[in-house]
């Protein structure tokens, strides 16, 4: 039996908002969700990255939903054919089913420890989970003042938009690329993790047919002609993904039409392998009076701010997941993962043979 494709894209980031995931708007709307509940440590990452490769062996295509704060550990498996996703619910952003006990089953992997009290570990677990809270606390605080620097760094190119410009490119574009099933998803296209800044465009828009890379500082409007061009053609009935800005929730920097294969990309100052099919629109060509030695010098003192905070959070989450190391040190000592295995087993073929029944909705 031929495997089924592995896809991976990040459903969280630390923004400058905090801590934020996607996957309760991913997880709407589907037949089955299996919610892991537990102490980090306890497998959750574990058992979905094994059941997800136990559905692909077995002919299923597969989208493993990758984390920030683990960017190598998935948070949660989506099965689309099946309408089935298995995730870990306990994030920062507590995740429980919306229809209990009917679509949503939550399996406490608490209940799979070998020893229910855990000897001798109570204050140094009440000292690593305190300290955990306060560095990303102390990470998420710099995240902010890093989003207001950013903020600065767009003024140079944002105060020569020109309106009339962005909106003239924007029906060029649409006229030229909208030529069907309606709908939305959204992820991230980069997270901000302890390892850096990580991001899949480049693997995620590699089989896109055509795909138009939008170049130029920030503040130039990129984010801005995605979203618009992104608006029409929802209108125009296709099914979109989003992916957002792994530091900044609400910009958009890639949008694809999957049903066309093409693909719009911020490319900012992103390295890019670019395709010879690639269309790369050059968009300080549609701002006003901009001069780049200018800009450079009004936006270089905030850039640096901006970067220096970055690193600075970087330290910071790197501090809060040295921690939770600890943390899932102490609790997998604790569980029996032999019987967390059994009920991973069952829970496979519980998906299998729940996506073989027929579906009344």
Same mark, same amino acid.
């Given at each position: 039996?031929?495997?089924?494709?592995?896809?991976?894209?990040?459903?969280?980031? /630390?923004?400058?908002?905090?801590?934020?995931?996607?996957?309760? %708007?991913?997880?709407?709307?589907?037949?089955?969700?299996?919610?892991?509940?537990?102490?980090?440590?306890?497998?959750?990452?574990?058992?979905?990255?094994?059941?997800?490769?136990?559905?692909?062996?077995?002919?299923?295509?597969?989208?493993?939903?990758?984390?920030?704060?683990?960017?190598? /550990?998935?948070?949660?498996?989506?099965?689309?054919?099946?309408?089935?996703?298995?995730?870990?619910?306990?994030?920062?952003?507590?995740?429980?089913?919306?229809?209990?006990?009917?679509?949503?089953?939550?399996?406490?992997?608490?209940?799979?420890?070998?020893?229910?009290?855990?000897?001798?570990?109570?204050?140094?677990?009440?000292?690593?989970?305190?300290?955990?809270?306060?560095?990303?606390?102390?990470?998420?605080?710099?995240?902010?003042?890093?989003?207001?620097?950013?903020?600065?760094?767009?003024?140079?190119?944002?105060?020569?938009?020109?309106?009339?410009?962005?909106?003239?490119?924007?029906?060029?574009?649409?006229?030229?690329?909208?030529?069907?099933?309606?709908?939305?998803?959204?992820?991230?296209?980069?997270?901000?993790?302890? #390892?850096?800044?990580?991001?899949?465009?480049?693997?995620?828009? /590699?089989?896109?047919?055509?795909?138009?890379?939008?170049?130029?500082?920030?503040?130039?409007?990129?984010?801005?002609?995605?979203?618009?061009?992104?608006?029409?053609?929802?209108?125009?009935?296709?099914?979109?993904?989003?992916?957002?800005?792994?530091?900044?929730?609400?910009?958009?920097?890639?949008? +694809?039409?999957?049903?066309?294969?093409?693909?719009?990309? %911020?490319?900012?100052?992103?390295?890019?392998?670019?395709?010879?099919?690639?269309?790369?629109? #050059?968009?300080?060509?549609?701002? #006003?009076?901009?001069?780049?030695?200018?800009?450079?010098?009004?936006?270089?003192?905030?850039?640096?701010?901006?970067?220096?905070?970055?690193?600075?959070?970087?330290?910071?989450?790197?501090?809060?997941?040295?921690?939770?190391?600890?943390?899932?040190? +102490?609790?997998?000592?604790?569980?029996?993962?032999?019987?967390?295995?059994?009920?991973?087993?069952?829970?496979?073929?519980?998906?299998? /043979?729940?996506?073989?029944?027929?579906?009344?909705?």
């Amino acid at each position: 039996m031929k495997s089924g494709e592995i896809r991976y894209v990040l459903t969280s980031s /630390n923004t400058s908002q905090g801590f934020y995931t996607f996957i309760p %708007d991913l997880i709407r709307g589907l037949r089955k969700i299996y919610i892991l509940k537990g102490a980090p440590g306890s497998g959750k990452s574990t058992f979905i990255r094994l059941l997800g490769e136990s559905l692909s062996e077995k002919g299923y295509e597969i989208e493993f939903w990758i984390s920030a704060l683990d960017p190598v /550990n998935p948070d949660g498996v989506h099965i689309p054919r099946l309408g089935t996703a298995v995730i870990n619910g306990s994030l920062p952003q507590p995740i429980d089913p919306r229809y209990p006990g009917a679509t949503g089953h939550i399996i406490y992997l608490g209940e799979y420890r070998n020893k229910k009290e855990l000897n001798g570990k109570t204050r140094e677990i009440i000292e690593l989970t305190d300290r955990q809270e306060e560095q990303n606390g102390k990470a998420y605080e710099v995240l902010k003042n890093a989003g207001q620097a950013r903020e600065q760094v767009k003024t140079a190119a944002r105060v020569c938009l020109h309106m009339g410009n962005i909106s003239k490119l924007i029906e060029e574009l649409a006229s030229e690329l909208l030529r069907e099933q309606p709908g939305e998803r959204h992820y991230f296209a980069s997270a901000v993790t302890a #390892d850096g800044v990580v991001n899949y465009i480049d693997e995620i828009s /590699n089989e896109c047919r055509r795909r138009y890379i939008l170049k130029g500082p920030p503040g130039s409007g990129k984010s801005l002609v995605i979203t618009e061009l992104a608006q029409l053609a929802r209108k125009k009935g296709y099914f979109l993904e989003y992916y957002h800005c792994g530091f900044e929730v609400e910009s958009i920097v890639m949008v +694809i039409i999957r049903n066309l294969q093409l693909a719009l990309i %911020d490319g900012g100052n992103m390295e890019l392998s670019v395709k010879p099919w690639d269309i790369v629109v #050059d968009m300080t060509t549609y701002l #006003d009076n901009y001069n780049p030695e200018e800009a450079a010098a009004r936006s270089s003192e905030a850039g640096r701010n901006y970067e220096s905070l970055l690193l600075d959070a970087q330290v910071k989450l790197e501090n809060a997941h040295s921690t939770l190391k600890e943390l899932k040190k +102490i609790y997998t000592g604790f569980m029996d993962f032999e019987q967390l295995d059994k009920r991973r087993q069952e829970i496979l073929e519980e998906i299998i /043979n729940h996506g073989s029944r027929p579906q009344f909705l």
